[in-house]
């Protein structure tokens, strides 16, 4: 269902990029920022953040790492790196990076918690670890039945292949966890339907044949969300990002004394 090599895949990530970029940018403004820095963008998809980083931090690097680097340009900027790499199984040495980023990656990874963790240590002292996960309300909870029955039949396949759309919760005090300080969190509400009626779309489109596949949904389901989508008197919030970040201290607490 999440395979890169299903036609929409691009319309896919082109949609999220298009719906939480500006979003994403606003964090990261509020960081101090500076055109030196070495970033690293986890799991790049259409790559417009690793972009973005690369075009404010000229003076900088950014690395683009993604299991699958086909939407990804390296002739964007002379300071971009793209690497396809499973970040799981590979590393990068510790203190390498002022800010390191990650979107919608975290809750499809096997090792989650371990690799918040090994991420805190890819950071430059006084570098910034940012985060954003989806957190999926409970679908029975829709006032729609269709999107009940479509978000039931989506977050089912979502947890069949490993994903956990509810660990974002636990995201700041995991920061803090991790040993990073100054740690903040704020969280976007998705839209359904409403002014950005084709953001989900693509997402539907896309997982369509797998539902249909499991008998999860039928076509008469998928009809009913499309017509839905096209009535401008359809919104609902399937859904909140929570973007947490946090910081690595500029120096490590002195270790105590022995006696
Ligand atoms: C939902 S997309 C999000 C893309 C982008 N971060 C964004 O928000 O626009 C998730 C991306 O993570 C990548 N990905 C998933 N598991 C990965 C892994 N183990 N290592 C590297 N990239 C991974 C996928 O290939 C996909 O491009």
């Known amino acids: 269902m999440l395979s890169n090599d299903t036609p929409h895949e691009r319309d896919r990530l082109e949609a999220i990029q298009r719906n939480v970029d500006a979003f994403t940018t606003g964090i990261l ?36 790492v993604d299991l699958d680097t086909r939407h990804l340009d390296a002739g964007r900027a002379a300071n971009l790196q793209i690497q396809q790499a499973d970040i799981t199984s590979g590393g990068y040495e510790p203190g390498s990076f002022d800010l390191i980023h990650a979107r919608y990656l975290y809750c499809h990874l096997p090792i989650r918690e371990a690799m918040v963790e090994r991420a805190a240590r890819w950071l430059a002292p006084g570098g910034w670890l940012v985060i954003e996960e989806p957190y999926h309300l409970p679908a029975e909870t829709s006032p729609f039945p269709a999107v009940q029955r479509l978000l039931t039949a989506y977050q089912r396949m979502y947890r069949e292949h490993g994903a956990d759309m509810a660990w974002a919760r636990g995201l700041p005090a995991l920061l803090a966890r991790s040993g990073l300080t100054e740690v903040s969190f704020t969280g976007n509400l ?16 896309q997982a369509a ?3 249909l596949a499991e008998g999860l949904v039928t076509e ?22 929570i973007s947490a970040w946090g910081r690595r201290a500029t120096q490590l607490p002195a270790t105590p004394a022995t006696s």
């Open 209 to 211: 044949p797998a539902l």
């Open 190 to 205: 998705g839209c359904m339907g409403g002014l950005d009626k084709d953001r989900w779309r693509p997402l539907i489109s």
């Open 220 to 241: 008469g389901d998928l009809g009913e969300f499309s017509a839905l989508l096209d009535d401008p008197a359809f919104i609902d919030i399937p859904q909140v990002t």
């Open 29 to 64: 403004q509020g960081l101090p920022l500076q055109a030196s820095w070495h970033c690293l963008e986890l799991g790049a998809g259409a790559g417009s953040i690793a972009y973005w980083l690369a075009e404010n931090c000229p003076q900088g690097r950014v690395v683009a």
